[in-house]
């Protein structure tokens, strides 16, 4: 079982920058995928950006790349996002979230693939 716990949100400008924080409890961290959705308001939740547990291969959602780095720290079970040039449409809650996976570059982008999701951080952008 993996808990995670999300950090880092708050009142941004945009143009500004953003690391979220995601701290993961529980065993076999590093044979979990991890990415990080985001539900703005009146929408549905949507990817982000994930990361393989090997921590080489990552993906990007088309609306945030270029702009935006995901990382892990498999030692102290704790991802990272960083998202730069900030805009108001990236208003959302972000969540975190783990999946079970079997190949060390497999990086799931289905919410469904996901069997373990942080509480969530809000991020509001100000324009």
């Known amino acids: 079982q993996v808990q995670l716990v999300e950090s880092g949100g708050g009142l941004l400008q945009a143009g500004g920058s953003l690391r979220l924080s995601c701290a993961a409890s529980?065993?076999?961290?590093?044979?979990?995928?991890m990415g990080w959705f985001r539900q703005a308001p009146g929408k549905e939740r949507e990817f982000v950006t994930a990361i393989s547990w090997s921590a080489r291969t990552p993906y990007y959602a088309d609306s945030v790349k270029g702009r935006c780095t995901i990382s892990r720290t498999n030692a102290k079970n704790t991802v990272f996002l960083q998202m730069n040039s900030l805009k108001p449409e990236d208003t959302a809650v972000y969540y975190c979230?783990?999946?079970?996976?079997?190949?060390?570059?497999?990086?799931?982008?289905?919410?469904?693939?996901?069997?373990?999701w942080g509480q969530g951080t809000q991020v509001t952008v100000s324009s």
């Open positions: 529980g065993r076999a961290f590093s044979m979990y995928a």
């Open positions: 979230a783990a999946a079970l996976v079997y190949g060390a570059e497999y990086v799931p982008r289905l919410q469904a693939n996901y069997g373990h």
